[in-house]
């Protein structure tokens, strides 16, 4: 019972995120905002100061957020569709709509990726004036560990287990030296109204309207929407150059097909093949070991909050055995980890 217990308190210590509260409303004049609920005001100052200096920068697509009580803040609400729920939806046209559903996708991550490289430009000036700073909290590792062992039977080599992780956190806190974006898909709105849910009674028709969007090529209509950046409450820690790249350009649904080379996980910075397969290796565990532990202590919640992902696309990755994929690994530089 007591493991049990200890089991839950990790996961709702560090992995669950369905604490952080959102709500929706609207004001006297109809217009609609979100107010952002934080459990540590320190974290509301940091998303309001980056924000503020990446706008003062002229980056288009920040909202501008506003303290709103003690420990909240307020912006404004966006009609659109979450980019990665879009590409859920274009993923599921691929059979029919190949060709432009590939085109579709690359446009869209070039903007993407051509707008998060600035954004990292502007928050290394930001972080040049800022006091001591943490690592992202990467020890949440051992968390994750401790909930699948737990949950699923497996005996493990606790000490070991916490030898290996102490020293990947050490190296962890040496090379962290860039505010965590965050850079999943997850956190970026294509403002179109023309794709947002409240126009349509299911996912279905909304799926037909795209479809046929794309077949008449008037898609256009839609695409070349601004892209919003939202949520920057992450940037409060500090991580690699390379952990937004492998958040926008290897997440499931991002995946290009193939490992990359060191080189190829950074916008700024120098390579380093070391921290890049190390910050492969905890981006991955951490997107896989999140939802499956959601999957085993809350079903319920993974259904709703990872109802469009795969747990075991990140694990496979890392695991796979065969010839291909452990070439493909050692030219991300994994074998010198």
């Known amino acids: 019972?007591?493991?049990?217990?200890?089991?839950?308190?990790?996961?709702?210590?560090?992995?669950?995120?369905?604490?952080?509260?959102?709500?929706?409303?609207?004001?006297?004049?109809?217009?609609?905002?979100?107010?952002?609920?934080?459990?540590?005001?320190?974290?509301?100052?940091?998303e309001i100061s980056m924000t503020d200096f990446l706008i003062s920068k002229h980056i288009e697509g920040i909202p501008k957020?506003?303290?709103?009580?003690?420990?909240?803040?307020?912006?404004?609400?966006?009609?659109?569709?979450?980019?990665?729920?879009?590409?859920?939806?274009?993923?599921?046209?691929?059979?029919?709509?190949?060709?432009?559903?590939?085109?579709?996708?690359?446009?869209?991550?070039?903007?993407?990726?051509?707008?998060?490289?600035?954004?990292?430009?502007?928050?290394?000036?930001?972080?040049?004036?800022?006091?001591?700073?943490?690592?992202?909290p990467h020890a949440k590792l051992k968390s994750i560990v401790y909930i699948l062992s737990s949950?699923?039977?497996?005996?493990?080599?606790?000490?070991?287990?916490?030898?290996?992780?102490?020293d990947i956190n050490l190296y962890w806190n040496e090379m962290t030296s860039v505010p965590f974006r965050d850079a999943t898909t997850k956190n970026m709105i294509l403002n179109s109204p023309r794709l947002n849910m409240e126009n349509y009674s299911s996912d279905e028709e909304r799926n037909a309207y795209i479809y046929k969007s794309i077949n008449d090529n008037?898609?256009?209509?839609?695409?070349?929407?601004?892209?919003i950046d939202i949520d920057f409450s992450s940037t409060i820690h500090d991580t690699t150059y390379e952990d937004d790249v492998i958040s926008l350009k290897y997440h499931e649904r991002t995946w290009c097909g193939h490992y990359p080379y060191a080189e190829e996980l950074l916008?700024?910075?120098?390579?380093?093949?070391?921290?890049?397969?190390?910050?492969?290796l905890i981006r991955?565990?951490?997107?896989?070991?999140?939802?499956?532990?959601?999957?085993?202590?809350?079903?319920?919640?993974?259904?709703?909050?990872?109802?469009?992902?795969?747990?075991?696309?990140?694990?496979?990755?890392?695991?796979s055995l065969d010839k291909g994929t452990q070439d493909a690994v050692k030219k991300c530089g994994m074998e010198n980890a």
């Not at 007591?2 to 996961?11: I, P, S, Y």
């Not at 709500?23 to 905002?33: D, L, T, W």
């Not at 430009?121 to 930001?126: A, D, Q, S, Y």
């Not at 949950?151 to 102490?166: A, M, N, P, Q, Y």
């Open 1 to 46: 019972m007591n493991e049990l217990k200890n089991t839950v308190e990790l996961f709702k210590r560090d992995l669950w995120k369905d604490q952080r509260k959102l709500e929706v409303i609207k004001k006297e004049n109809g217009e609609s905002v979100l107010i952002k609920y934080y459990d540590d005001i320190e974290e509301m100052n940091t």
């Open 65 to 136: 957020l506003y303290p709103y009580g003690s420990k909240a803040s307020i912006m404004p609400y966006y009609n659109g569709i979450r980019l990665f729920n879009l590409f859920v939806e274009l993923d599921s046209l691929t059979t029919r709509q190949y060709d432009n559903i590939s085109k579709i996708k690359k446009e869209l991550m070039l903007r993407c990726e051509s707008k998060q490289c600035q954004i990292q430009r502007e928050m290394l000036e930001w972080r040049k004036k800022q006091d001591i700073r943490e690592a992202y």
């Open 151 to 166: 949950c699923l039977g497996i005996i493990i080599d606790k000490k070991e287990i916490e030898r290996e992780i102490d």
């Open 218 to 227: 008037t898609y256009h209509e839609w695409m070349d929407a601004p892209i």
């Open 267 to 280: 916008w700024h910075g120098a390579p380093n093949a070391k921290r890049a397969a190390i910050t492969f």
């Open 284 to 319: 991955y565990f951490r997107f896989g070991g999140r939802k499956a532990a959601y999957r085993l202590i809350h079903p319920k919640a993974h259904r709703i909050r990872f109802k469009y992902d795969n747990d075991l696309f990140y694990f496979m990755r890392l695991t």
